[in-house]
C-alpha cells in the first residue's frame, strides 16, 4: 500500500502563487508515475499535471504555461508550482501515485482563487 498526502492549499489572490507538494509513503517501490488532479464543485475531475519516471511531463490545456510540475524520485514526492493563478483554478486539487498498474490518491486540499 502507498499513503499519499497533499499539502500547501490554502487561499490565494488571482495573479498570485501557490505551491503544493505530495508526499508518497509505506510501499513505495516502482513507483510509475506521480501527477496532480483537480475538481471543482459541480464539475467532473480534470488533468492538472502528471510526470513519469522517465521525466516525461503532461499538462491539461488551462494550465499550460502557468503550472509546472516536479518530483523528486527519492524522496517520494510531487510538487505543484503554480503561477499567475485564476479564479477558475479554484478546486480541490488531488495527488494520483501510480505504481505498477496500482493507482493511490490522496485526501486532496482545497485551493480557493479569490480577492
Known amino acids: 500500500q502507498v499513503q499519499v498526502v497533499e499539502s500547501g492549499g490554502g487561499l490565494v489572490q488571482p495573479g498570485g502563487s501557490l505551491r503544493l507538494s505530495c508526499a508518497a509513503s509505506?510501499?513505495?517501490?516502482?513507483?510509475?508515475?506521480m501527477g496532480w488532479y483537480r475538481q471543482a464543485p459541480g464539475r467532473e475531475s480534470e488533468l492538472v499535471a502528471t510526470m513519469s519516471n522517465d521525466g516525461t511531463t503532461k499538462y491539461g490545456d488551462s494550465v499550460k504555461g502557468r503550472f509546472t510540475i516536479s518530483v523528486d524520485n527519492v524522496e517520494n514526492m510531487a510538487y505543484l508550482q503554480m503561477d499567475i493563478v485564476k479564479p477558475e483554478d479554484t478546486a480541490v486539487y488531488y495527488c494520483?501515485?501510480?505504481?505498477?498498474?496500482?493507482?493511490?490518491w490522496g485526501q486532496g486540499t482545497q485551493v480557493t482563487v479569490s480577492s
Open positions: 509505506g510501499q513505495t517501490f516502482s513507483i510509475n508515475r
Open positions: 494520483e501515485v501510480v505504481q505498477r498498474w496500482r493507482a493511490f
